[in-house]
């Protein structure tokens, strides 16, 4: 069936460097985006959102970018701090309402 | 603002037994979702409710059910548990769960089932 993956399970990335996590999704149709961070023992905490009429979409030091040509997006960090280390989800929204298709996730190890 | 929050924390049953899951949003949200994670198949959606009525409905069997209050207060309840419903619950409010509408989590109940 439609799902949306990640290429890597695990990044480790030294501080102070940027973060490139990235996410495959597989149904053309979906037209909304979401990249969410999950600290241990907490839920997963909203990070930004990009609807497929866009192409990048930038944070407070996060930028996401949509390649809706081969249903790829990613997540970058910029100036990576210890506190980033985390999983990372990237989701759809794919039908109307709150019906979210979670990605497996990338687990960002930050290397101080 | 309190954040949501999901009781019990950490819960222990056995299999066949049944279990029930409770979730308070955030003040003023109105659509409670709820989601399991486990390790092999990550965040999966289980459902949705607005204002007491189920709008959305993942895979999950009939085992599976929910509920909410008039105020808001939601409920999942499994019933026969198997071994395989080990997982974290995570329950998520919105103001109004519309696309777009940010979801916030709770801090999950972690089911285990013996």
């Known amino acids: 069936g439609e799902s949306v993956g990640l290429h890597l399970p695990t990044l480790s990335v030294q501080e102070g460097d940027n973060s490139i996590i990235n996410c495959a999704y597989s149904?053309?149709?979906?037209?909304?985006f979401i990249w969410y961070k999950q600290e241990s023992g907490k839920g997963p905490q909203f990070i930004i959102d990009i609807r497929s009429n866009m192409d990048k979409r930038q944070g407070q030091r996060v930028t996401v970018l949509l390649n809706k040509t081969v249903k790829h997006l990613s997540l970058q960090i910029a100036a990576t701090q210890p506190g980033d280390s985390a999983v990372y989800f990237c989701a759809e929204n794919s039908g109307g309402y709150q019906k979210v298709t979670f990605g497996i996730g990338t687990k960002l190890q930050v290397i101080p | 603002k309190a954040g949501v929050t999901q009781t019990p924390r950490y819960l222990i049953k056995t299999r066949g037994q049944q279990v029930t899951l409770s979730c308070s949003p955030i003040?003023?949200?109105?659509?409670v979702s709820w989601y399991q994670q486990t390790p092999g198949q990550g965040l999966q959606f289980l459902f949705e409710y607005f204002s007491e009525t189920q709008r959305n409905k993942g895979n999950f069997p009939g085992r599976f059910s929910g509920r909410q209050f008039s105020n808001s207060r939601s409920e999942m309840n499994v019933s026969t548990l198997e071994l395989g419903d080990s997982a974290l619950y995570l329950c998520a409010s919105s103001s109004t769960g519309a696309r777009g509408n940010e979801q916030f989590f709770g801090p999950g109940t972690r089911l285990t089932v013996l």
């Open positions: 149904n053309s149709a979906s037209d909304y």
């Open positions: 003040s003023g949200h109105r659509s």
